[in-house]
């Protein structure tokens, strides 16, 4: 599978922004989604997973009620809803895509998107 972030950008610290992440193949919903974030000098970190049904979707604690994570498998698509940014939430986002499982770990997931930077200003 091959992945596609889009969506990301420049906003100001309470603002919202939606992230996607389009896939190729025909295999979509047989795969889990996962959202991770490297901030510069950072190491990757988890963000928010979804399950091939969306009937689970772990968050991060610092993202936690104000990030929603969605898929549409006939769109192929994943979004992370960004609500109430702040400064701490600007890192490059990646979409990957696993087994079934909605993982926190990114050595579950096989497949990487290229990234999208989010910069939030305060």
């Known amino acids: 599978v091959q992945l596609q972030a889009s969506g990301g950008g420049l906003v100001q610290a309470g603002g919202s922004l939606r992230l996607s992440c389009a896939a190729s193949?025909?295999?979509?919903?047989?795969?889990?989604m996962g959202w991770f974030r490297q901030a510069p000098g950072k190491d990757r970190e988890f963000v928010a997973a979804?399950?091939?049904?969306?009937?689970?979707?772990p968050y991060a604690d610092s993202v936690k009620g104000r990030f929603t994570i969605s898929r549409t498998n006939a769109k192929n698509t994943v979004y992370l809803h960004m609500n109430s940014l702040k400064p701490e939430d600007t890192a490059v986002y990646y979409c990957?895509?696993?087994?079934?499982?909605?993982?926190?770990?990114?050595?579950?997931?096989?497949?990487w998107g290229q990234g999208t930077q989010v910069t939030v200003s305060s």
């Open positions: 990957a895509a696993g087994g079934p499982i909605a993982a926190t770990q990114s050595g579950s997931y096989n497949a």
């Open positions: 193949g025909r295999t979509f919903d047989s795969y889990a």
């Open positions: 979804i399950s091939w049904s969306g009937s689970r979707t």
